[in-house]
Protein backbone atom coordinates (compact mmCIF):
# COMPACT_ATOMS: atom_id res chain seq x y z
CA UNK A 1 0.00 0.00 0.00
CA UNK A 2 1.41 3.46 -1.13
CA UNK A 3 0.77 5.69 1.65
CA UNK A 4 2.30 8.96 -0.02
CA UNK A 5 2.24 10.23 -3.66
CA UNK A 6 4.26 13.36 -3.03
CA UNK A 7 6.76 15.27 -0.75
CA UNK A 8 4.17 17.32 0.01
CA UNK A 9 1.92 14.83 1.29
CA UNK A 10 4.32 13.28 3.48
CA UNK A 11 4.57 17.09 4.92
CA UNK A 12 0.97 17.52 5.32
CA UNK A 13 -0.51 13.72 6.02
CA UNK A 14 -0.20 13.28 9.70
CA UNK A 15 0.95 10.02 10.53
CA UNK A 16 -1.26 8.96 13.15
CA UNK A 17 -4.41 9.44 10.46
CA UNK A 18 -2.22 6.73 8.37
CA UNK A 19 -1.78 4.34 11.42
CA UNK A 20 -5.50 4.14 12.38
CA UNK A 21 -6.23 3.28 8.97
CA UNK A 22 -4.15 -0.12 9.35
CA UNK A 23 -4.63 -3.17 11.08
CA UNK A 24 -0.91 -3.67 11.75
CA UNK A 25 0.39 -0.71 12.81
CA UNK A 26 4.03 -2.08 12.92
CA UNK A 27 4.15 -2.56 9.13
CA UNK A 28 2.65 0.12 8.34
CA UNK A 29 4.96 2.59 10.43
CA UNK A 30 7.92 0.13 8.84
CA UNK A 31 6.29 1.27 5.12
CA UNK A 32 5.69 4.61 5.53
CA UNK A 33 8.85 5.33 7.02
CA UNK A 34 10.41 3.53 3.91
CA UNK A 35 8.27 5.83 1.53
CA UNK A 36 9.46 9.06 3.72
CA UNK A 37 13.14 7.76 3.43
CA UNK A 38 12.44 7.59 -0.61
CA UNK A 39 10.69 11.09 -0.83
CA UNK A 40 14.01 12.54 1.25
CA UNK A 41 16.45 10.77 -0.98
CA UNK A 42 14.61 12.67 -4.09
CA UNK A 43 14.30 15.85 -2.02
CA UNK A 44 17.82 15.64 -1.84
CA UNK A 45 18.59 15.13 -5.01
CA UNK A 46 15.99 18.00 -6.06
CA UNK A 47 18.02 20.25 -3.25
CA UNK A 48 21.33 19.04 -4.79
CA UNK A 49 20.37 19.93 -8.49
CA UNK A 50 18.71 23.07 -7.58
CA UNK A 51 22.42 23.83 -5.85
CA UNK A 52 24.52 22.46 -8.98
CA UNK A 53 22.05 24.75 -11.09
CA UNK A 54 22.20 27.99 -8.85
CA UNK A 55 25.74 28.08 -9.05
CA UNK A 56 25.92 28.05 -12.70
CA UNK A 57 23.80 30.52 -13.76
CA UNK A 58 25.88 32.86 -10.75
CA UNK A 59 28.68 31.70 -13.01
CA UNK A 60 27.07 33.35 -15.87
CA UNK A 61 25.98 36.14 -14.25
CA UNK A 62 29.58 36.83 -13.18
CA UNK A 63 30.82 36.33 -17.15
CA UNK A 64 28.23 38.58 -18.32
CA UNK A 65 29.11 41.74 -16.46
CA UNK A 66 33.04 40.89 -17.04
CA UNK A 67 32.43 40.94 -20.65
CA UNK A 68 30.05 44.14 -20.38
CA UNK A 69 32.79 45.72 -18.85
CA UNK A 70 35.38 44.68 -21.63
CA UNK A 71 33.10 45.70 -24.03
CA UNK A 72 33.22 49.46 -22.29
CA UNK A 73 37.00 49.42 -21.84
CA UNK A 74 36.71 49.12 -25.90
CA UNK A 75 34.24 51.37 -26.23
CA UNK A 76 36.62 53.56 -24.30
CA UNK A 77 39.32 52.57 -26.44
CA UNK A 78 38.13 52.78 -29.81
CA UNK A 79 36.69 56.43 -28.80
CA UNK A 80 39.64 57.87 -27.41
CA UNK A 81 41.69 56.15 -30.62
CA UNK A 82 39.43 58.55 -32.95
CA UNK A 83 37.27 55.69 -33.57
CA UNK A 84 33.78 57.11 -32.81
CA UNK A 85 31.75 54.45 -35.16
CA UNK A 86 33.78 51.36 -33.40
CA UNK A 87 33.00 53.06 -30.22
CA UNK A 88 29.22 52.79 -30.56
CA UNK A 89 29.23 49.31 -31.87
CA UNK A 90 30.81 48.61 -28.66
CA UNK A 91 28.35 50.16 -26.38
CA UNK A 92 25.79 48.46 -28.21
CA UNK A 93 27.45 45.46 -27.44
CA UNK A 94 27.56 46.30 -24.40
CA UNK A 95 23.65 46.73 -23.58
CA UNK A 96 22.86 43.84 -24.87
CA UNK A 97 25.58 42.05 -22.61
CA UNK A 98 24.21 44.24 -20.01
CA UNK A 99 20.57 43.02 -21.11
CA UNK A 100 21.37 39.49 -20.89
CA UNK A 101 23.12 40.01 -17.41
CA UNK A 102 19.98 41.56 -16.00
CA UNK A 103 18.00 38.44 -17.30
CA UNK A 104 20.45 36.15 -15.48
CA UNK A 105 19.41 38.10 -12.67
CA UNK A 106 15.75 37.62 -12.26
CA UNK A 107 16.79 33.86 -13.17
CA UNK A 108 19.53 34.01 -10.10
CA UNK A 109 16.57 35.63 -7.77
CA UNK A 110 14.33 32.64 -8.99
CA UNK A 111 16.50 29.95 -8.66
CA UNK A 112 17.35 30.94 -5.64
CA UNK A 113 13.93 31.17 -4.17
CA UNK A 114 13.71 28.04 -5.59
CA UNK A 115 16.48 26.62 -3.31
CA UNK A 116 15.18 27.60 -0.43
CA UNK A 117 11.50 26.16 -1.46
CA UNK A 118 13.28 22.61 -1.59
CA UNK A 119 15.23 23.02 1.40
CA UNK A 120 12.29 24.09 3.53
CA UNK A 121 10.54 20.62 2.13
CA UNK A 122 13.88 18.51 2.59
CA UNK A 123 13.65 19.59 6.15
CA UNK A 124 10.00 19.36 6.95
CA UNK A 125 10.73 15.53 5.03
CA UNK A 126 13.58 15.19 7.91
CA UNK A 127 11.51 16.37 10.18
CA UNK A 128 8.33 14.15 9.23
CA UNK A 129 10.84 11.06 9.21
CA UNK A 130 12.28 11.64 12.64
CA UNK A 131 8.55 11.76 14.23
CA UNK A 132 7.95 8.43 12.14
CA UNK A 133 10.82 6.79 13.40
CA UNK A 134 9.74 8.15 17.66
CA UNK A 135 6.22 6.50 16.58
CA UNK A 136 7.78 3.18 15.42
CA UNK A 137 10.14 3.21 18.37
CA UNK A 138 7.00 3.69 20.50
CA UNK A 139 5.09 1.01 18.92
CA UNK A 140 7.75 -1.49 19.20
CA UNK A 141 7.97 -1.00 22.85
CA UNK A 142 4.63 -0.95 23.44
CA UNK A 143 4.57 -4.18 21.87
CA UNK A 144 7.38 -5.32 23.67
CA UNK A 145 9.65 -5.93 20.50
CA UNK A 146 11.93 -3.08 21.89
CA UNK A 147 15.19 -3.44 19.89
CA UNK A 148 17.99 -2.99 22.06
CA UNK A 149 19.59 -0.11 20.75
CA UNK A 150 17.82 2.55 18.77
CA UNK A 151 18.50 3.30 15.27
CA UNK A 152 20.20 6.34 14.69
CA UNK A 153 18.16 9.14 13.10
CA UNK A 154 17.98 10.14 9.87
CA UNK A 155 17.26 13.99 10.68
CA UNK A 156 19.16 17.07 9.95
CA UNK A 157 17.86 18.38 13.64
CA UNK A 158 21.30 18.20 15.18
CA UNK A 159 20.67 14.34 15.86
CA UNK A 160 23.43 11.92 14.05
CA UNK A 161 22.05 11.37 9.98
CA UNK A 162 22.95 7.55 8.62
CA UNK A 163 26.73 6.95 9.25
CA UNK A 164 27.02 9.20 12.28
CA UNK A 165 27.70 12.43 10.95
CA UNK A 166 25.51 15.49 12.10
CA UNK A 167 24.25 18.63 9.27
CA UNK A 168 26.51 21.43 10.60
CA UNK A 169 23.83 23.80 9.14
CA UNK A 170 21.18 22.75 11.13
CA UNK A 171 23.23 21.87 14.37
CA UNK A 172 24.09 26.06 13.92
CA UNK A 173 20.53 26.85 13.95
CA UNK A 174 19.92 24.61 16.97
CA UNK A 175 22.52 26.32 18.47
CA UNK A 176 21.36 29.44 17.83
CA UNK A 177 17.81 29.13 18.79
CA UNK A 178 19.19 27.96 22.70
CA UNK A 179 21.14 31.02 22.82
CA UNK A 180 18.22 32.74 22.01
CA UNK A 181 15.79 30.86 24.62
CA UNK A 182 18.28 31.70 27.26
CA UNK A 183 18.38 35.44 26.31
CA UNK A 184 15.00 35.25 26.43
CA UNK A 185 14.42 33.57 29.87
CA UNK A 186 17.81 35.86 31.18
CA UNK A 187 20.05 32.83 31.59
CA UNK A 188 22.63 34.44 28.65
Known sequence: ??????????VSYRI??????????????????AEIEEG?????????????SLEKLRTELVER???ADEWGQI??????????EAARQA???????????????????AAVSTHSHLTTILRAVEARLAEARRLQQDLLASAG?????????????????EGGEVDPARQKDVEDDLDALRRELGQG
Open 1 to 10: MTYYGRLSDI
Open 16 to 33: DDLLEQSPDRTTAIARII
Open 40 to 52: LAGARRSVGGAEK
Open 65 to 67: RAQ
Open 75 to 84: ARKELTAGNE
Open 91 to 109: LFRKRETADLAAGIEQQVA
Open 145 to 161: DMPAKPKKRDSSYGRPR
